[in-house]
């Protein structure tokens, strides 16, 4: 859905879509929709500034590789968001200083408006975890024999202080 700033110019725009798998593309690859996103909210233009601000509530499943161990992890995401745009021009307008205040909080769009699934894009990577795991305490994979250590433990970690003692004793 395209939120356009003409419409906007008019009134509150309101909002209510869902994105089958696949139809939000992720820079990440290893990042994707393992179900339906839901998305509802409004759109509002502050006609002085230019500025978009979307506000809304995100709803659905994303599906990744648990940073550890490599399994897929399902993640799901509810979360409410604002999110302001300014207009790139602004950036042009503007003195540094505001520009690098305004560049924290807002984004920048260009042309008519806005795409709705850029807006979900950015939201739904704030929204994800810094930490992508299977479970808390995800052994993960083992650097030195390749065992998946949630599966089975591997006896490297017992074995490679023994190998120091045993070089210490040769001397
Ligand atoms: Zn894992
Ligand atoms: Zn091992």
Redesign the pocket.
Known sequence: MFLSLKEMERGKVAFRETYPPGAIEFLDERLRQAGALEVEGVAELSPALGEITVRGRLQGRMETE??????A?VLPIDASFTLSYLPASALAAREEVEIEKGALEAGFYEGGGLDLADVLREQILLALPMQR???ED???ICPVCGQHR?RAACDCHERLPDDRWARLRDL
Do not use: A, F, T, W
């Open positions: 648990c940073d550890r161990c490599l399994e992890v795991v299977c479970q995800c052994q993960g949630n």
